[in-house]
C-alpha cells in the first residue's frame, strides 16, 4: 500500500491511497473539502492522470473508493499526489469524458494504431464527431505529430491540451 498526499491549490488536504490487488488496483481519496458543492478526486502520475469520481461527504470528511482494472490505471504510470478539484469544472470545460485506451474509439486502423499506447486522453462528442484532448506539455513530444496542423492546443481546467476533431468517417476537421 502506497501513500500520497491529497491536494487543493498546492496544499495538501488529505490523504490518496494506492494498493494493488491481483489485476486491479483500489484507490482511495480521503479529505476535508476545501468548500461546499461537487468536488472530484483525480490521480495524478508521472506519463497522465485519471478522475476517480465525486467525492461523498461523510462524518465530516469527504472520500471515495474505487478499483481499476491494470489497463485502465497503467497508462497514467507511477502515481504522484492526487488531486481535488470542482466536480463543475469538467461540465464548465465541455462535458470532457476520461478515456484511458483512446485506440478503441476508432475503427480506422491508422488512427487506432497512432493512439495506441497513448497516455489518459479526454474525448467528447459533437454530432457525429468526437473530439479527442491530449496533454500537452512544452519541450516533451508532441501529440500525434502527424496531424500537427490540424491541432489547437486549449487549456482545460488546469491543464494545456492538443484538440483534434474527427468527423464521422474518422477523417480530421479542418
Not at 491511497?17 to 488496483?25: G, H, I, R, S, W
Not at 467525492?55 to 497514467?76: H, N, T, V, Y
Amino acid at each position: 500500500m502506497d501513500k500520497f498526499p491529497l491536494l487543493w491549490e498546492g496544499k495538501a488536504i488529505g490523504e490518496l491511497t494506492v494498493e494493488q490487488e491481483a489485476l486491479y488496483t483500489w484507490f482511495e481519496a480521503v479529505c476535508r473539502l476545501p468548500e461546499g458543492g461537487l468536488w472530484c478526486a483525480w490521480i495524478v502520475g508521472d506519463r497522465g492522470e485519471l478522475r476517480l469520481g465525486v467525492l461523498e461527504p461523510s462524518a465530516g470528511r469527504s472520500w471515495i473508493r474505487r478499483k481499476f482494472s491494470r489497463r485502465m490505471s497503467e497508462p497514467i504510470g507511477t502515481p504522484v499526489r492526487g488531486e481535488v478539484r470542482p466536480a463543475s469544472a469538467v461540465a464548465e470545460s465541455g462535458d470532457w469524458e476520461t478515456v484511458a485506451s483512446p485506440e478503441l474509439l476508432f475503427r480506422t486502423p491508422w488512427l487506432r494504431q497512432q493512439l495506441r499506447g497513448t497516455v489518459v486522453v479526454l474525448a467528447r462528442r459533437r454530432g457525429a464527431g468526437r473530439t479527442l484532448a491530449l496533454p500537452y506539455e512544452p519541450g516533451r513530444p508532441f501529440p500525434l505529430p502527424s496531424l500537427f496542423c490540424l491541432a489547437r492546443v486549449e487549456r482545460i481546467g488546469e491543464r494545456y491540451y492538443v484538440l483534434y476533431t474527427f468527423d464521422r468517417d474518422e477523417s480530421p476537421v479542418f
